[in-house]
């Protein structure tokens, strides 16, 4: 029985939605990520102020207030190093998680233009040789060039999360 739609074709756009939907929760998840981490991070700045700033107040020598101010300003280093750690932590992990997800997706029998011009070949109506042949010679070349491209945008990708990371 004929369809209108190959099977083929409704079971690569089922795919293609899966995977469309599953790299924005990805990206959703690391953004809860990085929100999390800045909430967790606006609290503890406020709460190490305040107790500060209290012990500043109740300290009757000065010194002691400017040395305070000294370690707290350490202490704000090391923190500092220590949060751009962790959003590089899950930048890259993100990261990672789309490389893969990408590479799941190009590996995919439906990206493959050798096998679909062969089904396609094989279920062409009588006399459509000639449409075949010009579809695999038109969209072969096409999947070389996606293949190319594919190659580029990830040294691309890597060059981002390299450079975001060498920045922090």
Do not use: R
Request: hydrophobic share 45%.
């Amino acid at each position: 029985m004929n369809t209108l739609i190959p099977e083929q074709t409704i079971i690569a756009t089922k795919a293609s939605l899966e995977t469309t939907f599953g790299l924005a929760s990805k990206a959703f998840q690391g953004f809860e990520k990085l929100i999390e981490l800045n909430a967790q991070t606006v609290k503890m700045t406020l709460a190490e102020a305040q107790e500060f700033a209290a012990k500043s107040v109740a300290s009757k020598e000065p010194q002691a207030a400017f040395a305070g101010q000294a370690a707290q300003l350490q202490a704000g280093v090391q923190k500092a190093q220590a949060y751009w750690k962790h959003v590089n932590e899950i930048v890259s992990s993100t990261q990672a998680e789309f490389e893969a997800a990408a590479k799941n997706v190009f590996k995919q029998p439906s990206f493959d233009a050798k096998a679909f011009f062969a089904n396609m070949s094989k279920n062409a109506l009588p006399g459509g040789d000639a449409i075949t042949a010009f579809w695999k010679s038109t969209f072969g070349a096409a999947g070389q060039t996606a293949s190319v491209a594919y190659a580029a945008a990830t040294k691309a990708t890597k060059k981002v999360g390299e450079t975001a990371v060498s920045d922090a």
